[in-house]
């Protein structure tokens, strides 16, 4: 029974992660902040533990919640938008610090405290987004998310070379999906996204170590 870490599943992508494992029948390992997905996830069959990863002393904590365990697959999905601008408003410091704080250094704290954890031939993917692409940059809506999306794409780059010959780290971008930080007009629907970079999960190999693939498996520019 493979075994499977999802960091950041309340909502969205990250809980279909979560309802697509357990029907495929993996031993499924989820975090998330409030009482009442805790309890959807356990409802699911998932053992659901506390994290917020903006939070110093909650994101501490995942070490030992986790020792023990030997992760086949882990996702951290763990995100926030930040303001919708559509130029180059300058974001107030909350708001800079809160999806910074979330997006990138969420991150930088759960990956050291995964090592031990994972079995060998992992495979450790970050949901981060186009938008973060810099050589595939044709807009500038929402910069913030863009620069937290860069910038843990540079995260997962190092964590590939610290990683190497033991896990398969990958960034993924999910699409364009109909979530509430996607929206209602967004292109495709979240069993799709999550289906597909499941997919693309399956089939890694050593050689994608470091990689920036979308959902359906293309090769993604940095």
């Not at 882990?74 to 708001?95: C, H, K, M, N, S």
């Not at 450790?124 to 910038?151: E, F, H, N, Q």
């Amino acid at each position: 029974m493979a075994q499977i870490l999802i960091v950041g599943a309340s909502r969205g992508i990250g809980l279909e992660f979560v309802r697509q494992y357990r029907a495929a029948g993996a031993q499924v390992v989820a975090t998330a902040r409030s009482d009442a997905a805790l309890v959807a996830l356990s409802d699911l069959g998932a053992t659901a533990l506390r994290l917020d990863v903006a939070d110093t002393a909650s994101a501490s904590g995942l070490a030992w919640q986790i020792d023990g365990h030997q992760f086949d697959e882990v996702v951290i999905v763990a995100g926030v938008y930040g303001p919708r601008t559509g130029g180059l408003q300058t974001p107030t410091e909350a708001d800079f610090d809160e999806v910074m704080h979330t997006n990138v250094l969420g991150p930088m704290r759960v990956m050291p405290q995964l090592v031990d954890a994972l079995a060998p031939g992992a495979r450790l993917a970050v949901i981060s987004s186009r938008m973060g692409s810099i050589s595939l940059r044709t807009a500038t809506g929402g910069w913030l998310y863009r620069a937290s999306k860069a910038a843990v794409n540079s995260v997962l780059k190092d964590a590939s070379l610290v990683l190497d010959g033991k896990a398969v780290c990958v960034s993924l971008h999910p699409g364009w999906v109909r979530t509430e930080m996607g929206g209602d007009g967004a292109d495709i629907d979240v069993r799709t996204s999550v289906a597909g970079m499941r997919g693309v999960l399956s089939k890694l190999t050593a050689a994608d170590n470091g990689g920036f693939f979308n959902y359906d498996g293309q090769l993604l520019g940095w």
